[in-house]
Each structure stands twice: as structure tokens, then as C-alpha cells.
């Protein structure tokens, strides 16, 4: 039996991927263990969405091949996907796979080891006097990287995958697309995922259906441009089309959407997720800036009006949703004034969480070759005040429900303050606490909410 570590970057679609890889190679009989221990294989689930996430993937590979010089070293997805074309790709990775190839991670590994270790034993096998000699062959061989990359940009085809299992029990994602066709000026992904690629939707709620009955009662519908869903089918579907045929499914209790695009909360679609009992009122609605000007050197297609427009809607029909939200800071041309017009948009639409990010030039796209790029530290400042914003908004949000009676889906035993307190979260993504000895994990609970137990986490009595 071969040990196999995982380790993954990035987002919840990368996520959901490299666990139905890693649910693979158990069941090809494989021994999962941590990824700070030797193993015979490492896997490495890539992200290249910023440059730094490329700098976080190169050393996860570089570590990987120093805790174990003679291991198999698996870089999969977007870092090996967009660097497709450089000499060499990485001198420590043995098997580069790109995406829509993940699927085959498993089979690619094994002819892999059948050609360079043959059909027997264990790749530390062998005596220590050897261990010099295959580590040199393995630098002289290491620009041979063998590459499973396809060309994303045309591809037409979902890549099929299937998770039979979650690590939570209670919460699952449930990946429903892949691919973007936004092409946002400072963004790289649709270079690495490439085209709108719709799942169908007997594939997804067939996997639905296995996860509920194992005890999953919330699903989290995630992939890179979920609004798009369906747009690719000759027949076309949609996202609230979808929706309407997973509610159906028994044991489905809540259904919660990733980021969704702005332009997709019309009156229509918001009214029609208000009628759904199982909609959470969770909703991220990425923004990036709330200055028209800079959205538009961002390639974003609405403007700071129109996006409030569907905030107000979702407000409309559902009883104090839950909104979140990206920022980007310091994205190049902005100016004191154009950030004070996403600023005073932020304090006037007012969030639940939003996640500021300090913009970071991406090699490959058109935002980093615009002029005026907005020195480190104005970006530093300019993110010290918003995020001093978003902690004034977040904690306000909370408090709100103080006294109120909320259903609460209990994951998880903490101890806080030397206490036992069983941790979950409201509908509306809130996580709550409740002080008790019992296992409630996998429970929806409704009570009272007394207070906070800290600045993030609600008290339930």
C-alpha cells in the first residue's frame, strides 16, 4: 500500500475537486496521510488567481519534494494550466495535470508508476545507497516533466466528477460549472478554467441524492461563474432552474449559492428565491469597486446604481439577508476620489463580511499593463479603513439578532474559554454557539439567541 498527501489552494470548486481525488485513491487502495509526513505521493491542488497564490503553490511543490526526495510529485489545476507554455514548468514536479484532467489523477499516477517504478513495491524501497543516484537522475530528468494539460480555451466538456462522501456530513459543495467568459481586466482565471461548462442537472442531483442520505442536509452550489449556469446547453436551463429541481429532492433542507453575479438578481429571480423555503438568505454579490469609473477599467459590466438595485431586491424579498462582497483596493487609475465613492457605497449599501484584497498585478492580464498603478502603501492604507468598515458592519449585523430565535446547523464540539460548546450556523451563515455537553452535531437546532459569546459568534440559550 502507497502513502498519499494532499494539500490544496484556492477556492471551494478547487476544494470539491481534490476531494473527489482524494476519494479516488482510496478507492484504489491507497493510504491518505498529512502532508507534513513522508509519503510516497503528494498531490498539490494549484492556484495561480494572484501571483502570490503562485508563489504559495511553488512552495507546497518545493516542500513536498523535500520531505521526500524520491516521491511522486502531482501538481494539478490552474498553476500548471496557465504555465503550460513555460521550459520546464517546475523542476520538482513529476506530473503536471491540468484542468478537466483532474478526473484522471488516479489512472495518470498509475501508468505513471508502472513506467518509472515498475508494477512492485514501494517508491522508498531500496537501500539508502541508491538514494543519491535516484536523486540525481531525477534532477537531470527533472525538465521532463510529464504534462496532462489540455487546451482549456477549447474545451466544450464538462469534466464529470463525482463526491460520494464530505469530510463535514452535514454541509457539502456541490460543484454545478466551471469556466468564465467575463474576462475581467485583472483576472486570469478564464485563462486557466477556460469557457462557460455547464454540469447537468440529473448528474447533480444525483449526487445530491447520495449525499442526503448520508446525512448531508445543506448544499452549497459552487463553481467559478455559477450565474452563467446553463447558458452552454442547446436547451437552455438556468440557475433558478436548477434550484427548483434540487429543492425537490428528500432530505434537502438548505440550499446555499456561492458568488453570484450582480446582474443575475432581477425582480423575477429575486421574488422567485424568496418563495423558496429552502433559499438561506446568504448571498455574496461580488462588487470589486463601488466607483462606475473604476468598474469600468475593471471590465465589470454594471455599474455601482445597478448593483445596488439588486441588493434592494434581495432586501425586498427576504427578511435580513445576508450580503457579502468583494473589494479590490488600489485597482490601477483609482483615485482619492474614486475610492471615496466606494467607500461612501460601502457605508450606504452596508454587508454582513467583505473581503478587502490589496490589488496585485497578474502577469497575462490586461490590468497589469494599465498605467497608474496605485503605490503599496496608499493600497495599505486604503485597506487599513475598509476593513476597520467591514469589522463596524459585521459585528452591527450580529447584534441584530439578539433576542430573535434562530435554527442554528450544529458541525462541530468547541472549547472556548475552557468551556464545551457545540458550534454551528444559522441559515443566514452567522455562526452560533450553544454551551452544552451533548452532540449536536448534524442537528438543526432552533433557540433563543441570548448574546454574543465574542464578536463573531451569536450565544444561543
Given at each position: 500500500?502507497?502513502?498519499?498527501?494532499?494539500?490544496?489552494?484556492?477556492?471551494?470548486?478547487?476544494?470539491?475537486?481534490?476531494?473527489?481525488?482524494?476519494?479516488?485513491?482510496?478507492?484504489?487502495?491507497?493510504?491518505?496521510?498529512?502532508?507534513?509526513?513522508?509519503?510516497?505521493?503528494?498531490?498539490?491542488?494549484?492556484?495561480?488567481?494572484?501571483?502570490?497564490?503562485?508563489?504559495?503553490?511553488?512552495q507546497?511543490?518545493?516542500?513536498?519534494?523535500?520531505?521526500?526526495?524520491?516521491?511522486?510529485?502531482?501538481?494539478?489545476?490552474?498553476?500548471?494550466?496557465?504555465?503550460?507554455?513555460?521550459?520546464?514548468?517546475?523542476?520538482?514536479?513529476?506530473?503536471?495535470?491540468?484542468?478537466?484532467?483532474?478526473?484522471?489523477?488516479?489512472?495518470?499516477?498509475?501508468?505513471?508508476?508502472?513506467?518509472?517504478?515498475?508494477?512492485?513495491?514501494?517508491?522508498?524501497?531500496?537501500?539508502?545507497?541508491?538514494?543519491?543516484?535516484?536523486?540525481?537522475?531525477?534532477?537531470?530528468?527533472?525538465?521532463k516533466?510529464?504534462?496532462?494539460?489540455?487546451?482549456?480555451?477549447?474545451?466544450?466538456?464538462?469534466?464529470?466528477?463525482?463526491?460520494?462522501?464530505?469530510?463535514?456530513?452535514?454541509?457539502?459543495?456541490?460543484?454545478?460549472?466551471?469556466?468564465c467568459?467575463?474576462?475581467?481586466?485583472?483576472?486570469?482565471?478564464?485563462?486557466?478554467?477556460?469557457?462557460?461548462?455547464?454540469?447537468?442537472?440529473?448528474?447533480?442531483c444525483?449526487?445530491?441524492?447520495?449525499?442526503?442520505?448520508?446525512?448531508?442536509?445543506?448544499?452549497?452550489?459552487?463553481?467559478i461563474h455559477?450565474?452563467?449556469?446553463?447558458?452552454?446547453?442547446?436547451?437552455?436551463?438556468?440557475?433558478?432552474?436548477?434550484?427548483?429541481?434540487?429543492?425537490?429532492?428528500?432530505?434537502?433542507?438548505?440550499?446555499?449559492?456561492g458568488?453570484?453575479?450582480?446582474?443575475?438578481?432581477t425582480?423575477?429571480?429575486?421574488?422567485?428565491?424568496?418563495?423558496?423555503?429552502?433559499?438561506?438568505?446568504?448571498?455574496?454579490?461580488?462588487?470589486?469597486?463601488?466607483?462606475?469609473?473604476t468598474?469600468?477599467?475593471?471590465?465589470?459590466?454594471?455599474?455601482?446604481?445597478?448593483?445596488?438595485?439588486?441588493?434592494?431586491?434581495?432586501?425586498?424579498?427576504?427578511?435580513?439577508?445576508?450580503?457579502?462582497?468583494?473589494?479590490?483596493?488600489g485597482?490601477p487609475?483609482?483615485?482619492?476620489?474614486?475610492?471615496?465613492?466606494?467607500?461612501?457605497?460601502?457605508?450606504?449599501?452596508?454587508?454582513?463580511?467583505?473581503?478587502?484584497?490589496?490589488?496585485?498585478?497578474?502577469?497575462?492580464?490586461?490590468?497589469?499593463?494599465?498605467?497608474g498603478?496605485?503605490?503599496?502603501?496608499?493600497?495599505?492604507?486604503?485597506?487599513?479603513?475598509?476593513?476597520?468598515?467591514?469589522?463596524?458592519?459585521?459585528?452591527?449585523?450580529?447584534?441584530?439578532?439578539?433576542?430573535?430565535?434562530?435554527?442554528?446547523?450544529?458541525?462541530?464540539?468547541?472549547?472556548?474559554?475552557?468551556?464545551?460548546?457545540?458550534?454551528?450556523?444559522?441559515?443566514?451563515?452567522?455562526?452560533?454557539?450553544?454551551k452544552?455537553?451533548?452532540?449536536?452535531?448534524?442537528?438543526?437546532?432552533?433557540?433563543?439567541?441570548?448574546?454574543?459569546?465574542?464578536?463573531?459568534v451569536?450565544?444561543?440559550?
Open positions: 500500500m502507497k502513502n498519499v498527501a494532499f494539500h490544496n489552494l484556492g477556492c471551494k470548486v478547487n476544494s470539491y475537486e481534490l476531494d473527489v481525488v482524494q476519494q479516488n485513491f482510496v478507492k484504489r487502495g491507497y493510504k491518505i496521510v498529512p502532508f507534513d509526513q513522508m509519503a510516497d505521493i503528494y498531490v498539490i491542488n494549484t492556484c495561480t488567481v494572484t501571483n502570490i497564490a503562485d508563489r504559495k503553490s511553488r507546497m511543490i518545493h516542500r513536498a519534494r523535500k520531505q521526500n526526495p524520491l516521491a511522486i510529485v502531482v501538481a494539478l489545476g490552474c498553476y500548471v494550466q496557465t504555465g503550460k507554455e513555460k521550459d520546464g514548468l517546475d523542476a520538482d514536479i513529476d506530473i503536471a495535470i491540468g484542468n478537466n484532467r483532474k478526473k484522471d489523477t488516479v489512472k495518470i499516477v498509475e501508468e505513471y508508476l508502472q513506467k518509472h517504478h515498475g508494477a512492485g513495491g514501494m517508491i522508498r524501497d531500496g537501500h539508502e545507497a541508491g538514494r543519491a543516484q535516484e536523486t540525481l537522475r531525477r534532477a537531470k530528468a527533472a525538465c516533466t510529464e504534462r496532462n494539460i489540455l487546451d482549456i480555451a477549447h474545451t466544450c466538456e464538462y469534466e464529470e466528477m463525482t463526491l460520494e462522501q464530505t469530510v463535514e456530513h452535514t454541509r457539502a459543495y456541490i460543484k454545478i460549472q466551471d469556466g467568459n467575463q474576462f475581467c481586466s485583472y483576472c486570469i482565471i478564464p485563462f486557466a478554467r477556460g469557457r462557460v461548462r455547464s454540469r447537468s442537472g440529473e448528474d447533480i444525483k449526487e445530491i441524492e447520495g449525499l442526503a442520505k448520508k446525512g448531508c442536509c445543506e448544499f452549497v452550489l459552487t463553481g455559477i450565474s452563467s449556469y446553463g447558458m452552454d446547453f442547446k436547451e437552455k436551463t438556468s440557475l433558478l432552474d436548477l434550484i427548483l429541481q434540487i429543492r425537490k429532492i428528500e432530505g434537502v433542507k438548505r440550499i446555499r449559492l458568488s453570484l453575479e450582480p446582474r443575475i438578481v425582480e423575477e429571480f429575486a421574488k422567485a428565491l424568496g418563495g423558496i423555503e429552502e433559499i438561506c438568505p446568504h448571498f455574496h454579490l461580488s462588487l470589486q469597486s463601488g466607483c462606475d469609473e468598474l469600468k477599467r475593471m471590465n465589470r459590466h454594471y455599474t455601482a446604481a445597478e448593483y445596488k438595485d439588486g441588493v434592494d431586491r434581495l432586501r425586498k424579498y427576504f427578511d435580513a439577508p445576508a450580503i457579502t462582497t468583494d473589494v479590490i483596493v485597482f487609475g483609482e483615485t482619492d476620489e474614486e475610492f471615496a465613492k466606494t467607500e461612501a457605497f460601502l457605508r450606504e449599501t452596508g454587508f454582513f463580511e467583505m473581503h478587502i484584497f490589496p490589488y496585485s498585478a497578474r502577469e497575462g492580464t490586461v490590468a497589469a499593463k494599465m498605467k498603478q496605485v503605490p503599496g502603501e496608499i493600497k495599505k492604507s486604503r485597506s487599513r479603513r475598509l476593513l476597520e468598515l467591514e469589522k463596524e458592519q459585521s459585528v452591527q449585523y450580529r447584534r441584530q439578532f439578539v433576542g430573535c430565535e434562530e435554527t442554528v446547523l450544529f458541525e462541530e464540539t468547541k472549547v472556548i474559554g475552557g468551556q464545551p460548546y457545540q458550534v454551528g450556523h444559522t441559515a443566514r451563515y452567522v455562526k452560533a454557539a450553544k452544552t455537553d451533548d452532540d449536536l452535531a448534524g442537528r438543526m437546532v432552533q433557540g433563543r439567541i441570548t448574546g454574543m459569546l465574542n464578536e463573531e451569536l450565544l444561543m440559550e
